[in-house]
């Protein structure tokens, strides 16, 4: 049927009515539907929209279906990702660790060629817009789950991008140990382990591996801080996202490790969210 663009959005608004965000929920119906913004669809007179179809879309989101798995897709900064279900759909929060990744690069790059690590790199979002950012940088994309891997490899390839290698890898196992990175990203679970079960419905349809962080959260994190220095260049920097409150808990293990906290960034929400740590030692930059 021809629907008037405002017609369409009471009707997208309608279907979505028992969710507890109605607007918002259609907003984001008829951008996956129509796989373009709202303010574009609103400058057409009028839609061709299939109601069924639309309704269809509506009644998974009904069933507490994040829209990434519904329409098997999600958008991260510029790029669009697959995301199939069973995999971890990448946030908001994380487009922060990114750009702060790329303000890293850019301190670094007349140092390179540089070497980069994403630990836990899910369906290759971090890795892809760094590797789009810096087409000479060397990357390594890692993740203990092969379909992560497999999904990962087919969003770099996509964006025809040569430059990221990837492993299958129980954080740094796997990792040559001689192997040095001027830069280590990631954004691993964090989600204490006994908080899991109070998680939105629609976040717990997500992997329980890509979310459980162990006892208050921290068990990877610090796992992670422990030992990265040894796979960092002197100098080499570790950006870490992190949960709520969680800079506190961590504050021990970097002090035993051989990294400097040089500072933390606040999310959107004003939370502390972004760990930025580097490698101490002679200072190569
Ligand atoms: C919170 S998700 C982040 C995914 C993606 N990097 C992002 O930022 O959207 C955490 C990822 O770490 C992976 N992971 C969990 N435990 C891991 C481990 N021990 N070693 C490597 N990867 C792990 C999960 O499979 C998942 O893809």
Redesign the pocket.
């Known amino acids: 049927m021809l629907i008037r663009p405002s017609e369409l959005f009471n009707l997208a608004q309608k279907l979505l009515g028992d969710t507890e965000r109605p607007e918002q929920e259609a907003k984001l119906l008829l951008s996956y539907f129509f796989n373009s913004s709202i303010g574009e669809l609103y400058t057409k007179q009028y839609l061709s929209v299939d109601r069924e179809a639309l309704a269809h879309f509506a009644q998974k989101r009904l069933a507490k279906e994040p829209w990434a798995y519904i329409f098997g897709w999600k958008e ?1 900064r510029d790029i669009q990702l697959k995301v199939p279900r069973g ?5 908001q929060e ?1 487009e922060l ?1 990114t750009e702060r990744a790329i303000k890293t690069i850019s301190l670094l790059l007349p140092h390179s060629p540089l070497s980069v690590l ?9 890795a892809i817009s760094l590797s789009k950012a810096f087409p000479h940088l060397s990357l390594l994309s ?4 092969p379909l ?1 891997l497999q999904t990962a490899i087919s969003n770099a390839q996509r964006y025809n991008l040569t430059n990221i290698s990837f492993l299958l ?3 740094f ?1 796997n990792i040559p140990p001689n192997k040095k990175f001027h830069l280590i990203v ?5 989600i204490p382990e006994d908080k899991l079960d109070d998680l939105p419905e629609e976040v717990k349809k997500e ?1 329980k ?3 459980n962080g162990g006892e208050k959260g921290v068990s ?1 994190l610090r ?1 992670i801080i422990e030992t990265a220095p040894h796979f960092l260049t002197p100098g080499g920097y570790l950006l870490l ?1 992190i949960g709520l409150s969680q800079e506190k808990l961590l504050k021990k293990p970097i002090l035993k490790s051989k990294l400097i906290l040089k500072d933390i960034v606040k999310d959107y929400a004003g939370i502390p969210r972004i760990m930025i740590l580097r490698k101490n030692g002679k200072d190569n930059y």
Do not use: M
């Open positions: 991260f995999l971890f759909i990448p946030r994380t660790l994403d630990l836990g790199t899910g369906v290759g979002n971090i890692t993740d203990i789950c992560a890898s129980d954080l196992k990631s954004n691993p679970p964090y992997p591996r890509a979310l990877i796992e996202e």
